[in-house]
């Protein structure tokens, strides 16, 4: 790990690994997980402030907690739900993270208040480009953000990874990686659709917890290139940290290139 990097992660929470035998495993734990987390918040607080990932496992993991026993015992009128980034694409398109979130948990949440669900804006529901989508997601934010505060601070923020390192729509070499303000668009993006909005990584960074999943032998490289601090312009997912903690949520094979302690 680099000097920078060390200071950066003592600068936010603890990071913990955990590792589970493999994906399906993986998207069972992170259901529990999350439901779990929030129960414990609305002990002592609402609302709640989550961001949903897509992805293989992360919408695999959806799925599993609309399955769960303990779904409805969370207050979901009080949970509000953000996306890290989306594609963007006409309101419904099958590739939309928002569209296979609803399929595989929103729909059947019928206690979510819809004013809860904060999707990004889409092409033809009043925006034309990535920007103009991230300013207007920008502005949501804004809404729940304390006086004084740069960002809301989300208390689980949940992030796919690809092989390539990259976290919401945040990958090597783009321009995105340097983007002030808590959202960006994306152009040029390697993985279709080219144009994307996502949020920066100083919004990421702002969220109490946050929880990096990844699955598959061809997410290794990237696993342990990010747990050893390399630079986020090589692999984004380094720069994925929480202020209070720092999940890694791993299947067996994405761990095997990192000597993992737990």
């Given at each position: 790990?680099t000097?920078?990097?060390?200071?950066?992660?003592?600068a936010?929470?603890?990071?913990?690994?955990?590792?589970?035998?493999?994906?399906?495993?993986?998207?069972?734990a992170v259901?529990?997980?999350?439901?779990t987390?929030?129960l414990d918040?609305?002990s002592v607080?609402?609302?709640v402030?989550?961001?949903?990932?897509g992805?293989?496992?992360?919408?695999?993991?959806?799925?599993?907690i609309?399955?769960?026993?303990?779904?409805?015992?969370?207050?979901?009128t009080?949970?509000?739900?953000?996306w890290?980034?989306?594609?963007?694409?006409?309101?419904g398109?099958?590739e939309?993270n928002?569209?296979?979130?609803?399929?595989?948990?929103?729909?059947?949440?019928?206690?979510?208040?819809?004013?809860?669900?904060?999707?990004?804006?889409?092409?033809?529901?009043?925006?034309?480009t990535?920007?103009?989508?991230?300013?207007?997601?920008?502005?949501?934010?804004?809404?729940?953000?304390?006086?004084?505060?740069?960002?809301?601070?989300?208390d689980?923020?949940?992030?796919?990874?690809?092989?390539?390192?990259?976290?919401?729509?945040?990958?090597?070499?783009?321009?995105?990686l340097?983007a002030?303000?808590?959202?960006?668009?994306v152009?040029?993006?390697?993985?279709?659709?080219?144009?994307?909005?996502?949020l920066?990584?100083?919004?990421?960074q702002?969220a109490?917890?946050?929880?990096?999943?990844?699955?598959?032998?061809e997410?290794?490289?990237?696993?342990?290139?990010a747990?050893?601090?390399?630079?986020?312009?090589?692999?984004?997912?380094?720069?994925?940290?929480?202020t209070q903690?720092?999940?890694?949520?791993?299947?067996?094979?994405?761990?095997?290139?990192?000597a993992?302690s737990?």
């Amino acid at each position: 790990m680099t000097a920078d990097a060390r200071a950066d992660a003592r600068a936010h929470g603890a990071r913990l690994v955990v590792v589970h035998p493999d994906a399906g495993v993986l998207a069972e734990a992170v259901a529990a997980r999350l439901l779990t987390r929030i129960l414990d918040i609305q002990s002592v607080r609402t609302p709640v402030h989550v961001v949903l990932t897509g992805g293989t496992v992360g919408i695999r993991s959806l799925a599993a907690i609309a399955a769960h026993p303990v779904r409805d015992a969370v207050d979901w009128t009080g949970v509000h739900l953000w996306w890290g980034d989306e594609r963007f694409l006409p309101t419904g398109d099958p590739e939309r993270n928002e569209t296979q979130a609803r399929e595989a948990l929103l729909d059947h949440l019928p206690t979510l208040p819809p004013q809860n669900v904060h999707v990004m804006p889409a092409p033809g529901d009043g925006v034309v480009t990535p920007e103009e989508s991230a300013a207007l997601y920008a502005d949501e934010l804004s809404r729940f953000t304390p006086d004084g505060g740069a960002h809301l601070a989300f208390d689980v923020l949940l992030l796919g990874m690809g092989p390539d390192g990259h976290v919401a729509s945040l990958f090597p070499g783009n321009a995105a990686l340097d983007a002030d303000g808590a959202t960006t668009g994306v152009h040029d993006s390697p993985k279709p659709p080219p144009e994307r909005v996502s949020l920066t990584f100083s919004a990421i960074q702002a969220a109490q917890e946050v929880w990096v999943v990844a699955a598959g032998a061809e997410k290794a490289p990237a696993v342990a290139s990010a747990l050893a601090g390399d630079p986020v312009t090589t692999t984004p997912a380094a720069g994925a940290l929480g202020t209070q903690r720092t999940l890694w949520l791993v299947d067996l094979a994405a761990s095997q290139h990192h000597a993992l302690s737990r």
